[in-house]
């Protein structure tokens, strides 16, 4: 059974930037496509960015393409996400998510294909 523990979330400033990492507790995430997800208070969870076990053509909410960037280092079995110009309406919980159905494809549904997810950890986007 796979583990996920998202870290890295925090307070900042508008203009700011974080970078969240997620940590899978297999040696074996290679073979997973994983996804970032956010959920704020009272919104339904939404999808913001996804890649795929080889790492190639990550997908990106509008919202946050050109400011926030997904990447993965499989031989650490971590993915990252970079966010940078963060803004107030970037709040949120973010998740992280590993699919281990489609490996080489990834989408933004939370309701999609995505078996395990982490706790979350907490984005504040204020001044």
């Known amino acids: 059974q796979m583990q996920l523990v998202e870290s890295g979330g925090g307070l900042v400033q508008p203009g700011g930037s974080l970078r969240l990492s997620c940590a899978a507790s297999?040696?074996?995430?290679?073979?997973?496509?994983v996804g970032w997800f956010r959920q704020a208070p009272g919104k339904e969870r939404e999808g913001v960015s996804c890649?795929?076990?080889?790492?190639?053509?990550?997908t990106y909410k509008d919202s946050v393409k050109g400011r926030f960037t997904i990447s993965r280092d499989n031989a650490k079995n971590m993915v990252y996400l970079q966010m940078d110009s963060l803004k107030p309406e970037d709040t949120a919980v973010y998740y992280c998510?590993?699919?281990?159905?489609?490996?080489?494809?990834?989408?933004?549904?939370?309701?999609?294909?995505?078996?395990?997810w982490g706790q979350g950890t907490q984005v504040t986007v204020s001044s």
């Open positions: 998510a590993a699919d281990p159905f489609s490996p080489l494809i990834c989408g933004l549904d939370p309701s999609g294909s995505y078996e395990y």
């Open positions: 297999v040696n074996n995430l290679y073979r997973y496509s």
């Open positions: 890649i795929t076990s080889t790492g190639y053509s990550p």
